[in-house]
């Protein structure tokens, strides 16, 4: 007797650890702040912070954290491996969840105002990055894009790779590479 509850155990404890590390184990890095370019404020979940100051931004950057860049401000936030993007002054946005390493899954940013500039790297591949913005959603697969949102308009300017626009209701269709797609808020 002794030896079959033994001989249970052994497997349930294994598959138990081979979980934990899939599931802990399975994201890739979160969010790091690169840098500012500029001299300004960042607003992390409304905790002000020098837009200079890349040791305490990357204390606060975490994925569903809304980022705030004040006029002057510039930031480049990195996904290590996954994706670097290029918040501009005046941007608003809230950061996407950490990529997963083995399930897949895609990411999502929400971004009401301002400009980004999304370059993708290999850890991205096969998943897809969406923006949405009041207007639609940019999904992105593999790329550089630069994506403008203000009160008119949403304008997404494809320079290589690939991305497809949605409105609120449908998809809308691939935006050639060297194109644009233009979504107005009317």
Not at 167 to 184: I, N, S, T
């Amino acid at each position: 007797r002794p030896r079959f509850g033994f001989a249970l155990w052994v497997p349930l404890t294994a598959a138990a650890a081979l979980a934990a590390v899939m599931v802990f184990g399975g994201r890739l890095p979160g969010p790091e702040a690169l840098g500012s370019h500029i001299a300004g404020t960042v607003l992390v979940d409304g905790r002000a912070v020098a837009a200079g100051d890349s040791l305490r931004l990357d204390e606060l950057l975490r994925p569903g954290a809304e980022v705030v860049l004040s006029e002057g401000a510039e930031l480049d936030i990195l996904y290590p491996g996954s994706f670097v993007m290029r918040l501009a002054s005046g941007t608003t946005i809230t950061l996407p969840d950490r990529p997963r390493r083995w399930f897949g899954g895609d990411l999502d940013a929400v971004m009401p105002e301002g400009e980004i500039s999304i370059r993708t790297g290999p850890d991205l591949a096969g998943r897809m990055l969406a923006v949405s913005t009041p207007e639609g959603r940019a999904r992105i697969y593999g790329t550089l894009v630069s994506i403008f949102r203000n009160d008119e308009l949403t304008c997404v300017c494809l320079y290589e790779g690939t991305a497809v626009m949605d409105d609120l209701e449908q998809e809308l269709g691939p935006v050639p590479a060297g194109k644009r797609w233009v979504l107005f808020a009317d």
